[in-house]
């Protein structure tokens, strides 16, 4: 009773303020310029990261003789690494820009390139650009560059939208071909933002000698370190799951406000393993898709498994149709069909679970019993193969998450077979009453 009055006060007061959050168009373009434009960068650009940086610590012989055969050209391949995951901010200066200006019915290609290029203005020093190493620039093109990127892309898209509707463009008369109205029309937004952006940087220089995402970085270095702690990954996976409890997409939601913070921490994982010093960083994307949301949102392999072989009817059918999602961390079918969603028995479990898979992590990476996370494999990679590949080649992530789904599957099990029993009397007064039904 205290679960339903719980649930309910939920759905009316908590719901509609989070539905608001999940909503904002300048989430979503966030999120969506790091899912659609970073993302497929990221995860290529991570592959010539493993194979640059073998896992020597496991002493196999195969290994050894690859890291032998790789270190004479590590340059070289890093190359592919540091123009791909390394202009990682350069991609989301773009595609935050595209998104908010698709959503506004602008000029959406020309809104991604206008903010691309104020990016790069204010990433260089305020000098002399020829005799600047672009080196020297490209950590500010990738993870430590993101909220200068992001804040860029939407006043790119805000500024191109307040000049289209005041009208402060230059307009072409009838008959000019389309590409050279969209030219012209893309002008005046063009000149403005990259004279903006050039003043800021020469201000920037001029009074601290460091340029914007140097002075961002700085200002948000309490932030970043503070999302890296314990207490912060637990408060995010209890409202991801939360959320998911009430039918809203958990991870999307805390993942729009927190990307940005994951990625730094493992731009500096990245950046460390290049210098061969020891990784900084804990809690990143792959840590919650990797390690926490195993067969899905909220832990749910064991619980898959568990329906499979369950006595009831509708589980087991539910079991049968995610068996195959749950190989890919898609667990849909199971959180609508058993229901998770608003469903006061598996609502305890749905959150204990992966907050205990979290305390778990945290622990495991902290007290370095598993190697910490260099790389972000796509969600949908399957459970062991995911964890060997995230902290770079080590078996030791593959048996943190084996100890994971051991720990759910003991959390879920006992509210499991309460619902099962619920369920399974269910079906048999169901029969019951419709064998009555056919025989009168």
Known sequence: MKSNRFMQWMDEHFMPVLAKIAQNIYLQSIRDAFCIFALPLIITG??????????????????TAWNNAITPIQPQILIAFNLSF?????????????SLASRWDLDDVMA?????????IVSFPATDITKVAFGDVLNYLGGEGLFVAILLGIMTAKIMKFFGEKGLVIKMPAGVPPYVVRTFTALVPFFFMITFSWALEWAVWAHFHITLPQLVLE???????ASDSYPA???EIVLMMLLWSLGIHGMNVVSSVAYPFWMTQLAANDAALKAGRPLPGIVTEPFFHMFTHIGGSGLTWPLTIMFLLSASKQLKAIGKTEIVPAIF???????????LVLNPIMFIPFILAPLAAVTINYAAFAFNLVPRIVTQPSFTTPVFLGGIIATGGYWQGAALQAVNLVVA??????????YEKELVTNEKAAEEEAATALAG
């Open 329 to 339: 961390n898609i667990n849909e079918p199971i959180i609508f069909g058993a229901p």
């Open 46 to 63: 991570s592959v010539f990261l493993i194979i640059s940086n073998p896992p020597v610590a496991l002493h196999w012989g195969i290994i």
């Open 233 to 235: 990954a637990a408060a």
């Open 409 to 418: 599957a003991l959390i879920y099990y006992p509210f499991f077979k309460m």
């Open 219 to 225: 200002i948000f270095k309490p932030l970043v370190a």
């Open 86 to 98: 390394g202009i990682m901010a350069l991609m989301v200066a773009f595609g935050t820009a595209y």
């Open 112 to 120: 991604g390139i206008l903010s691309m290029v104020s990016f790069l």
